[in-house]
């Protein structure tokens, strides 16, 4: 099944750090996409950040030198380390999968920035 689970999401103050970790269920971890998006209430869903099955790395601008995306095959996980956080990062974060054009994604985890 194609299932990911997301934790980490907490209350922070601002310019605080806080890692995201997602589990993957029993997929081929290794040949998909992974990623995180975020949506805050009232506007759409934004990709925050992409690491291809090579590794590569992709990074929306408003977290671009902030943010980091890593995966580890081995332990069939992503993580999102968030640094200097902003109240405009408060939103439901979820981790998603794609391989084929086929997506797929998790229940989310909130995180909320205090100012």
């Known amino acids: 099944q194609v299932q990911v689970v997301e934790s980490g999401g907490d209350l922070v103050q601002s310019g605080g750090s806080l890692r995201l970790s997602c589990a993957a269920g029993?997929?081929?971890?290794?040949?998909?996409?992974m990623s995180w998006s975020r949506q805050a209430p009232g506007k759409e869903r934004e990709l925050v950040a992409v690491?291809?099955?090579?590794?590569?790395?992709n990074y929306a601008d408003s977290v671009k030198g902030r943010f980091v995306i890593s995966r580890d095959n081995t332990k069939r996980m992503v993580f999102l380390q968030m640094n200097s956080l902003k109240p405009e990062d408060t939103a439901m974060y979820y981790c998603?999968?794609?391989?084929?054009?086929?997506?797929?994604w998790g229940q989310g985890t909130q995180v909320t920035v205090s100012s």
């Open positions: 998603n999968a794609e391989r084929r054009g086929q997506k797929y």
């Open positions: 029993t997929f081929t971890f290794s040949e998909y996409a």
């Open positions: 690491i291809t099955s090579a590794g590569g790395t």
